[in-house]
């Protein structure tokens, strides 16, 4: 059955995942930083709410999907926050992506309020939030995660209670180690296979019918071959993404020497002001290191 939930947050993921809500019959209260972002839900019959406070005071569920861990803090437990009205019974789904030390302490504040919350970080890109398929990491407890199921349904293809708050938000870094290493080393092989004199549509099409083919090929395939880095997902989001996954690294103690290198290579683009480009501009550094732009006719050798 359909219930009315909060959303908070309505960027690149969250909008989309917010309209496939609302086209499974879900009423909606939202609230985002701009409001125009809104707009579109508001037209379809979702109401408006001007702080995170508002929007717990009218439901029992709320999903957020925000940029990062101070952003989370601030709407679950700041001064207008989530749990300054949230109802005994409330359950919180968080689907950003942040620190699993922070879910850990926002877990502690809203269970002294009897507040349940799951961590449930998302993988697929705008594309997946768009089609409904992305695969969802929940950690929480069974009862919880229970509840949160049949919204999930809604959002991905593939979804994976994996323990306890904040274990959603270890293997979204573990995700986000494969993709951000992916993503360098599909750039490395058309770089490579370019300045040779290879089509880079050809090396794309040979690797993803073998053992080399992958889901970032296959997505951002037209961003490589374009040089279209419009944003899916932001350099600036996947760095901060990789810092979780190495301060998660030096927790545990578990070296972690090639996320390391590629964090220090979105970085560069993040300074040479790329910040705001899709991750996959990470190919601009290996074409810059190489002194060749893909597609560039070149001798074959």
């Not at 939930?5 to 009423?27: D, K, R, S, V, Y």
């Not at 349904?153 to 994996?162: A, F, I, R």
Request: overall charge negative; charged content about 20%; hydrophobic content about 45%.
């Amino acid at each position: 059955m359909a219930e009315k939930i909060g959303f908070i947050g309505l960027g690149i993921m969250g909008g989309p995942m917010a309209h496939n809500l609302m086209n499974a019959g879900h009423e909606l209260v939202v609230h985002s930083r701009h409001r125009s972002s809104a707009e579109e839900l508001e037209g379809g019959g979702a109401q408006w709410a001007d702080d995170p406070s508002a929007v717990a005071e009218q439901v029992e569920t709320i999903i957020t999907m925000l940029p990062d861990s101070p952003q989370v803090s601030e709407v679950i437990d700041g001064e207008q926050g989530i749990l300054r009205t949230a109802r005994e019974g409330t359950l919180v789904i968080d689907m950003s992506t942040i620190s699993p030390v922070v879910t850990a302490e926002l877990a502690h504040a809203a269970g002294q309020k009897a507040v349940g919350l799951v961590d449930a970080p998302v993988s697929g890109g705008d594309v997946g939030a768009r089609q409904g398929t992305l695969s969802i990491m929940a950690g929480g407890s069974a009862e919880d995660f229970a509840r949160a199921q049949p919204l999930f349904e809604h959002l991905g293809k593939t979804v994976v209670h994996v323990g306890e708050v904040g274990a959603g938000q270890v293997v979204k870094a573990c995700n986000q180690i494969v993709v951000a290493l992916t993503i360098e080393a599909v750039s490395e092989a058309l770089v490579l296979g370019s300045k040779a004199g290879v089509d880079p549509v050809k090396i794309l099409d040979v690797l993803s019918g073998g053992l080399a083919a992958n889901r970032v090929m296959e997505v951002r395939r037209e961003n490589f071959l374009r040089h279209d880095f419009t944003p899916g997902f932001r350099i600036d989001l996947h760095h901060k993404d990789l810092g979780i996954a190495l301060a998660a690294g030096r927790e545990y103690g578990v070296p972690l020497p090639v996320t390391a290198i590629v964090d220090q290579m979105l970085q560069a683009l993040r300074v040479s002001g790329h910040g705001s480009e899709d991750h996959s501009a990470l190919l601009r550094v290996l074409e810059e290191w190489a002194g060749h732009e893909i597609g560039q006719t070149v001798s074959a050798v």
